[in-house]
């Protein structure tokens, strides 16, 4: 099945930038709509940006509009987090997914996504 790994997580001050890179492994992921999200303790996993399949079309949560672009690059595998400007209230554990439907959407509900890299940690320092 379908392997994710985040990496890039790390403790940044309010108005840096960071990149999260997201590497995807053991089948095929270019035909899928993937995402990231990210979860606090003690909150629910929320839905931060999503990207349909060939890159075309991404949505994002209010709460980062503006400040952070989701790409990908499909001939490697790979999908990525700019993020910047950030805000203490973005540290959290962000989390690569993907959703195994050829539907060309892109849903902000966790449970609408199969696959999950393991997470990385951001920390933003007021």
């Known amino acids: 099945q379908v392997q994710l790994v985040e990496s890039g997580g790390e403790l940044v001050q309010a108005g840096d930038s960071l990149k999260l890179s997201c590497a995807a492994s053991?089948?095929?992921?270019?035909?899928?709509?993937m995402g990231w999200f990210r979860q606090t303790p003690g909150k629910e996993r929320e839905f931060v940006t999503g990207?349909?399949?060939?890159?075309?079309?991404?949505k994002y949560a209010d709460a980062v509009k503006g400040r952070f672009t989701i790409s990908r690059v499909n001939s490697k595998s790979m999908l990525y987090l700019q993020m910047n400007t950030l805000k203490p209230e973005d540290t959290a554990v962000y989390y690569c997914?993907?959703?195994?439907?050829?539907?060309?959407?892109?849903?902000?509900?966790?449970?609408?996504?199969?696959?999950w890299g393991q997470g990385t940690q951001v920390t933003v320092s007021s």
């Open positions: 997914a993907l959703r195994r439907s050829l539907i060309v959407e892109i849903p902000i509900m966790a449970n609408e996504y199969e696959y």
């Open positions: 990207i349909i399949w060939n890159g075309e079309r991404a």
């Open positions: 053991g089948g095929p992921v270019s035909t899928y709509t």
